[in-house]
């Protein structure tokens, strides 16, 4: 079965920067937005940040201007360039998307953890 599989997490110091990328294991048919999610320890999880195959961007108010997504769609590839990071931003990221058509599918990676020393 087809997954996603994120990649460039790790540590890094406050106002540090970090480059997410997100691809699928196999092909993956009929999709339009691909987006990043993250959740932090005892929290929900939350929208970051969202890109359709037209290239419209869509970013939480926490991260507008400082995190930034982009998409390959030859690839079906993601990815979320992170700058200005702060410890707040701390938590697993996750990839998703779903397919828009029959058979609905939903995608989601595995995480890859992104710690933000103060």
């Known amino acids: 079965q087809v997954q996603l599989v994120e990649s460039g997490g790790g540590l890094v110091q406050a106002g540090g920067s970090l480059n997410l990328s997100c691809a699928p294991s196999?092909?993956?048919?009929?999709?339009?937005?691909m987006d990043w999610y993250r959740q932090a320890p005892g929290k929900q999880r939350e929208l970051v940040a969202s890109i359709t195959n037209g290239g419209r961007t869509t970013y939480a108010d926490s991260v507008q201007g400082r995190f930034t997504i982009s998409r390959d769609n030859a690839k079906n590839t993601v990815h979320l360039q992170m700058n200005s990071l702060k410890p707040e931003d701390t938590g697993v990221y996750y990839c998703?998307?779903?397919?828009?058509?029959?058979?609905?599918?939903?995608?989601w990676g595995q995480g890859t953890q992104v710690t933000v020393s103060s």
């Open positions: 196999g092909s993956i048919f009929r999709i339009n937005a």
């Open positions: 998703h998307t779903e397919t828009t058509s029959w058979p609905y599918r939903t995608y």
